[in-house]
């Protein structure tokens, strides 16, 4: 078991982050007090959030570039409820926002499965599509804090055991998540259909809804990393979160999710998003040119991806031995 | 190749016969092009040209922009206004350049131009308003921070883009003022490129670095909401001033919350009053727009133009928590 740990990829990253926060520290020793790990941790929170839904979507050889405009617009539509009917409670409006992003992962879905359209390009479309229509629903205006009722600003922030709701939200994502895709059928059909789609019909998965199924699901997270954005950061407006699904995908890539499908694992996807949060926290505090953060951000992960690449390459891609092991 | 030509000049012909009509009626239509349509400040803007054309009379006003902030969609933008042949355009420009072509084509056929906020190169328009100076704004972010820091402190700058040219330009005008402003350091500069998440973060790096930081100054309207959020978040609201430039509704919440003491902003309805006023004198040959002229701006006054046929509306308005609340719900 731990010879297998040290070889895997999950290893490896825990050691790229190690060595990362040793460099930080070196420069900036408050980086790694408790405190502020946490605080890194809860900035990371959505980004670890979409990289597990995007997960389960990569792993069936598909790819979800509308998550960020999923949440743009799931977020201003929450907003625009909380304007409209202040006094609807936190938890409405959550299962209003998971429904929505539900149904705009559906769409996704529906279009990969039964219109057999490839789903780059499904996504790129309703990436434009539904930022479109929050220019629509909202007039292109802002909804700003001073509107937001207080309730739905406090939800995020409210501390539970010493740690924000957003933490935990991500917390609890990581544990649904890793039942899902270990302890579930479904969970095991997106190794399959990824791995081998052919193979996969044989047994007797139908691969079309798989692939429907992991939109959904992460049309759903993506609904509810909406309303915690916009709750997080008191705005919204048509551009929030734009360009956020690339971070997303290198959050997984990163991870040692396959862009081929199949391989991948909860734990890679949590320490790839966690690998970029890091960075991106700890870039402001290092005192680095911001001409150099970019080109910086940017290697980290051609580095990443040029690691994963070599290790992938020696290991083969045999998931149903992987699958026994789990 | 003669069909379609001939059939080009049935067009041309038949479109001219149907907008002659419209001429008849000397009406004057000038055309506000904005960066992008539904962005608080231009529709501000527009209410401001709007009050122009009232009082004027006999003026009609064509609201008008892209949907995104695109240079290619307001080429598409102002031929379709140079096809309707309006009297002016009055541009504020996503692109200082781009623009140039077109709107010459659009001086050729006798329309007056006249760029205002967002300027287009001398070439391609008759005249630009700037909403203020560079110098005056400069001068008005330092001195915001340092009106609420009687004894000095630290002071941080968190910008836009690091290529954003107004933001640089103010931050350089700023620190040719600095020497007036005694015990006021500025400790650092950071970009958060406009994007709420990162100027979060930058503004939370900011906070970590600089335990003794006594205010963020925020020339952008994205990085002033997103720091005053992350400063109210760290518990360091009314400890750590935010200010700079915002616009009073999104900021009203903040002002509120004692997280930003006081911001400023060129007033945008003044903004779009005056530029429409302009081009209503260019327009009418009232006025000529030549280096050293004076143009009247109605109830603003008049500007006066450099060598460069630019001029400068007024000082920024300041905002704070006795004047916050009446401008909030106009922009």
Known sequence: MIKQFIKSREALLVLAILILLGLISSRF?????????????????????????????????????????????????VGLINVAAPGLPVPVLLLV????????????????????IPPIVVTLGTLTVYRGIIFLISDGAWINAHEMSASFKAFPRYELLGQPVLSWMAVASIILFYLLVVRTPLGRAFYAVGGNPHAAVYTGINVGFTRFMAFVIAG??????????????????VDIAGGFELEVVAACVIGGISIAGGIGTIGGAVLGALFLGIIKNALPVVDISPFWQLAISGSAIIIAVAVNARSERKKGRIILKKAEHA | MRILKKLLTTAAVAATLMISPAQAQETKRIALVVKALGIGFFEAAAKG???????????????????????????????????????????????????????????????TVISWDSGVAKEGRQMHLNPSSNPLIGN??????????????????????????????????????????????????VYGDD??????????GLMKSYPDLKAIIAPTSVGIVAAAQAVTDAGKAGEINVTGLGLPSE???????????????????????????????LATDKASAEAGAEIPMGR?????????????????FVYDASNVADFKDIF
């Open chain 2, 195 to 204: 994007k709420a998440d990162k100027s979060y973060t930058e503004a939370q």
């Open chain 2, 251 to 281: 900021m009203a919440g903040h002002v509120d919350s004692g997280a930003s003491k006081s911001f400023a902003i060129w007033n945008p309805i003044d903004l779009g009053y005056s530029a429409t006023m302009i081009a209503y004198n």
């Open chain 2, 300 to 316: 603003m006054g008049s500007v006066t133009l450099d060598e460069n046929t630019e001029g400068a509306m007024a000082d920024p």
């Open chain 2, 140 to 189: 008005m972010i330092i001195k915001l921070a340092a009106d609420n820091l009687p004894d000095g402190g630290d002071v941080a700058v968190l910008s836009a883009t690091t290529t954003s040219t107004n933001q640089n330009t103010w931050i350089e005008e700023m620190n040719k003022v600095m020497g007036n402003y005694p015990g006021i350091n500025v400790v650092a500069t």
């Open chain 1, 220 to 237: 759903a997270i993506s609904g509810v990393c909406g309303y915690l954005w916009v709750s997080r950061y008191a705005v919204a407006y």
């Open chain 1, 29 to 77: 020793s408050g980086f790694i007090a408790p405190r502020n790990m946490a605080s890194v941790f809860q900035d990371t929170s959505i980004l670890i959030m979409l990289a597990l839904g995007q997960m389960v979507v990569i792993l069936t050889r598909c790819i979800d570039l509308s998550v960020a405009s999923n949440l743009a617009l799931t977020g201003m539509v």
């Open chain 1, 97 to 116: 926002a998971m429904s929505l992003g539900a149904f705009l992962g559906a769409i996704n879905g529906i279009l990969v499965w039964k219109v057999d």
């Open chain 2, 49 to 111: 040209a709007e009050e122009a054309a009232e009082e004027l009379g006999d003026v009609e006003i064509i609201y008008t922009g892209p949907t995104d902030t695109t240079a290619e969609g307001q080429i598409e933008v102002i031929n379709s206004l140079i096809a309707q042949n309006v009297d002016a355009i009055a541009v504020s420009a996503n692109d200082t350049d781009a623009l140039v072509p077109t709107l010459k084509k659009a001086m050729d056929r006798g329309i």
